[in-house]
């Protein structure tokens, strides 16, 4: 089965500084998305981007949250000054469809971010 | 209220028992439902669709009440690799996010 792919698995970083999460979404899906999980709680999503523009939000991906495609293949998620509550494991995700009822997202193992 | 609700568990269960989740959901414009499952420090992975005339796959059963906004899923002859927790999932309205309950957990043991 097509994966997913999360670069790097674990960051750890300090409080203030800017992290870039990096994916690799299928190849020919045109949906990506990211979602994070703190420990202990629900899988929450942060935004979704569709032909280079977001499609939808949530209210935790404010000014400090950015995604870029910045090539054919990759799809980033940058936090611009990390605080301790970013700290999570953050998914990325893609999709061929992105809203049929039986559109199915594929995720990526993840990258447990750190903030100290 | 929060947008899907789950018992959280855990269900310890024997192999080879029958064990049902539910879950209730509080937006009734809602539309597409599904079940994932997540194993510990792992990403969710679908489990199943859940339509509004039930459907099943395997020894996995789904139900959707639309008018009690509430969904099921019943797990037959439970297998120890069926240890893990089980998402329930509803679309936005906007189509793009899914709204993921804080799961169930299951433990079935030899």
């Known amino acids: 089965e097509p994966e997913v792919t999360q670069t790097p698995s674990h960051q750890v970083t300090q409080m203030g500084q800017e992290v870039i999460l990096r994916c690799v979404p299928i190849?020919?899906?045109?949906?990506f998305y990211w979602y994070r999980q703190i420990l202990g709680q629900k899988v929450e999503f942060l935004v979704s981007f569709y032909n280079n523009e977001i499609s939808e939000k949530s209210e935790i991906f404010d000014d400090q949250f950015s995604v870029e495609r910045p090539d054919g293949s990759n799809f980033t998620l940058k936090i611009r000054s990390t605080k301790l509550e970013d700290s999570a494991m953050y998914f990325c995700?893609?999709?061929?469809w992105g809203q049929g009822a039986n559109e199915k997202l594929f995720f990526g193992s993840g990258t447990q971010l750190s903030v100290l | 209220r929060k947008e899907v609700e789950q018992d959280p568990g855990p269900f310890n269960v024997p192999e080879g028992a029958t064990v049902a989740f539910n879950c209730t959901y509080s937006n009734s414009a809602s539309q597409s439902f599904f079940w994932y499952r997540q194993d510990c420090r792992k990403e969710p992975k679908l489990l199943m669709s859940?339509?509004?005339s039930g459907n099943e796959d395997g020894r996995f059963t789904a139900q959707l009440n639309r008018a009690s906004q509430y969904i099921s899923l019943l797990i037959r002859d439970s297998k120890l690799s069926d240890s893990a927790t089980y998402l329930c999932v509803v679309r936005s309205n906007s189509g793009y996010a899914l709204n993921f309950g804080k799961g169930t957990s299951l433990l079935v043991t030899p």
């Open positions: 859940v339509y509004s």
């Open positions: 190849s020919n899906h045109l949906y």
């Open positions: 995700a893609s999709s061929a």
